[in-house]
């Protein structure tokens, strides 16, 4: 998926930028400053998600806009401003999302994750399985039979759980995070990846942290660290 960033303020680009970079997997990310520039990078890339500034020097965001549906390219818009009337211009030309400024983090991650969802229904269905190397050869599993995986602080191994087994993968914990994300984990722990769909309940622990509880290990809980509660609660919660 290509995504393409249109704004003068670097320090914009790079907050898009960094929650994109956390939400959304398969990604090749664009930059441009100006009205020029995107055209350009429009017109070559055919980017599927254009981040559009509505105040350009040399133009206005909802020309280009306007621009892009001439030229038949199919990229779906985020508008972004300062001013909350300018949402409803973005409504009426059917824009993905309209961000305002200042960004709040919170919000640029929803979005960010907004973008994964239509990533994966334009991926498909296909079926694909975890190989786990051992002694005995190579063992497949399905992303949804996995329940969490864990890495352990003594040996650093990584431990991935399903409801019937315990496997000793070759894989870092980043690395089958990097696997994983697309099909419903997400990080709760320098130590822990799990399974979203075996979410069962979250509880307090001590100085802000959780217990995370999963279908299939009840007597097992999770630890959440302050700094995943917010997410996880967002991914999770209606």
């Not at 009205?35 to 133009?59: C, N, T, W, Y």
């Not at 296909?126 to 050869?137: D, M, S, T, W, Y």
Request: charged share 25%.
């Amino acid at each position: 998926m290509k995504i393409l960033i249109v704004t003068e303020q670097a320090e914009s680009r790079n907050l898009i930028l960094q929650a994109v970079e956390r939400e959304v997997n398969k990604k090749e990310i664009l930059e441009a400053a100006t009205a020029f520039e995107a055209i350009k990078l429009m017109k070559r890339h055919d980017p599927e998600f254009l981040f559009l500034d509505v105040q350009l020097s040399d133009g206005s965001g909802f020309e280009v806009a306007e621009l892009i549906k001439q030229l038949d390219l199919t990229a779906q818009v985020i508008l972004m401003g300062e001013d909350v009337q300018y949402a409803v211009d973005a409504f009426r030309m059917r824009a993905f999302y309209y961000l305002l400024k200042p960004f709040q983090n919170d919000e640029l991650s929803y979005l960010a994750s907004l973008i994964e969802k239509e990533r994966r229904k334009k991926g498909g269905g296909v079926l694909q399985k975890l190989p786990i190397e051992n002694h005995e050869g190579i063992s497949y599993i399905f992303p949804n039979e996995i329940i969490y995986v864990s890495k352990n602080k003594e040996n650093k191994t990584v431990s991935i759980y399903t409801k019937e087994a315990q496997f000793t993968s070759a894989y870092t914990l980043q690395e089958l995070e990097d696997k994983l994300t697309s099909h419903h984990f997400l990080r709760v722990h320098k130590s822990y990846l799990v399974n979203l769909l075996y979410i069962k309940g979250l509880r307090p622990y001590y100085n802000g942290t959780y217990n995370l509880y999963l279908a299939g290990c009840i007597d097992c809980p999770i630890p959440v660290s302050r700094n995943y509660v917010k997410r996880l609660r967002h991914k999770i919660e209606i």
